[in-house]
Each structure stands twice: as structure tokens, then as C-alpha cells.
């Protein structure tokens, strides 16, 4: 079973061209620990925990000219009848479901606008074992030239409800499953951001400090790309790694 009810965020884990410096980079950052997976067929792929419960992993790329990514998994009790509703709605099958060991059953989906996102059907792992506290993912957000779209696709493939949620000038809707907001989604802001970036889910960690988070990650030869601001749930700002891989930090208010 999953840690959190199926159309919910449950797990991210970074691809990227260099996971030795991944792993010197995001444990200074964050406080992690890492844990490599004993699967040889599994190429290194690593587990960061905090406090000794998991909260993301990162590996190889799927391909050699995959860009460094951080990716958003949905929690499903069953990813092939996801894959059906993605074709159906209008998306693209990017890797179709397949088995990860005895792990779970995961598979990676665009939507129309070319946002990629993956599903997690938990088998011997559930996922993240902690959420919302500093080290740990606290939130996922679709930015999208295309909100009307994406409403109705993500109504479709996962039963989320789109609510307008209050954010200043900027158009924000969060994203309902059941009883809870699981996510977000927002037009692009253009401040640091190039104006040709196709629709993406980005993943916030929380953090103590958003200041100070920034300037560590910086130290350490990664980017602000936006700096700390204040929103009504915290102070957030854009970071790339050293390797260009893009996440998002929250000071939660």
C-alpha cells in the first residue's frame, strides 16, 4: 500500500547524467542520507532518506540524451488502466507500465501540453515515507500555457477537480482528490524562466529557510533561478542543481 490514497503525489526521483555529484549535492542541501539500491540491473539508483525514512531517489537517465529532470509520481492502484485514460484524453504513453523488481509497477505519461509525469503502483515500496517537513517533497505544481486543458485532461486520467485557489494576481488552481488538494497548477511566470519552456510538473522540498536553503544551493554550484518571495503558503524559490535539474524549495508558513 501506498503512504497516501491513489491519485495522490507520491514519490519523485531525479535523472540525471551524474549521480556521484547528485549525491554530494542534494545530502548538503537537504540533509540527506543515501541508500543505493542492491539491484546491479538498477544502475546505481539511489534512495535519500531523512531521519532514516525515505523521501526521493535519483538514477541514471532513461535515455543518453534525457535532460537532468526531477519527476512527480502519482500514486495508482492500477498503471495500465492510467496508460488507457492518458491515450484516451489526449496524452502520450511515453514508457508503458512496467514492473521495477518486485518494487511496484510504474509508467511515464505527457499530457497535451507536454508536461511528463509518472505513476507508482506500489508493490514492496509505497513511496515517499515522509511528506511536509524540511528535507522531504511538500508539494507538486503543473505549470501550463494551457490550464483549460489540462483541466480537463487531469480530470479524466486521475478524477482531480480543479478549484481556483487565491494567489495575488497570478491564476492558481489546486488540484482535489476526495477530501484533499493534492496539487497545484499555474500559468508560467516568465521571471527567470525561458518564454519557449513547454509545460512541466515541478517539485517543491520543504525547507527551514528558504533564504538560506537558496544560498547554500548556490554554494554548492547549483542556480537561483527565481529567489525567495513570499506566497500565502510559505516563502518559495527556483533552484537548478550543478547538473541543471530543476526544483523548487517552500519555507512552509
Not at 60 to 78: E, G, K, L, N, R
Not at 120 to 148: H, R
Amino acid at each position: 500500500m501506498s503512504t497516501v490514497p491513489p491519485g495522490t503525489p507520491c514519490w519523485t526521483d531525479l535523472a540525471t547524467p551524474d549521480l556521484a555529484d547528485a549525491k554530494r549535492f542534494y545530502p548538503e542541501l537537504f540533509g540527506w542520507t543515501g541508500r543505493v539500491s542492491p539491484q546491479p540491473e538498477a544502475g546505481g539508483y539511489t534512495f535519500f532518506l531523512k531521519d532514516g525514512r525515505t523521501v526521493a531517489g535519483a538514477g541514471p537517465p532513461a535515455t543518453p540524451d534525457q535532460v537532468p529532470i526531477w519527476s512527480t509520481y502519482v500514486a495508482t492502484d492500477d498503471a495500465d488502466l492510467v496508460a488507457t485514460r492518458v491515450e484516451a484524453a489526449g496524452g502520450q504513453v511515453v514508457v508503458s507500465p512496467f514492473d521495477v523488481f518486485d518494487q511496484g509497477r510504474m509508467a511515464v505519461f505527457a499530457d497535451p501540453a507536454g508536461a511528463v509525469f509518472s505513476v507508482w503502483q506500489p508493490m514492496a515500496m509505497p513511496g515517499a515515507e515522509l511528506f511536509n517537513v524540511p528535507g522531504a517533497m511538500s508539494w507538486n505544481e503543473l505549470v501550463t500555457p494551457d490550464p483549460e486543458g489540462a483541466k480537463g485532461f487531469y480530470e479524466l486520467v486521475f478524477g482531480w477537480h480543479p478549484e481556483e485557489q487565491p494567489m495575488g494576481p497570478v491564476e492558481y488552481t489546486g488540484w482535489r482528490c476526495g477530501a484533499q488538494i493534492v496539487a497545484g497548477m499555474m500559468p508560467p511566470l516568465g521571471d527567470g524562466f525561458p518564454a519557449d519552456l513547454p509545460a512541466y510538473w515541478s517539485v517543491y522540498f520543504a525547507v527551514a529557510d528558504s533564504d538560506a536553503t537558496a544560498a547554500r544551493a548556490a554554494e554548492l554550484g547549483g542556480t537561483i533561478l527565481v529567489p525567495p518571495r513570499d506566497i500565502p503558503a510559505g516563502s518559495v524559490a527556483a533552484l537548478r542543481d550543478p547538473q541543471g535539474a530543476l526544483f523548487s524549495v517552500i519555507a512552509l508558513a
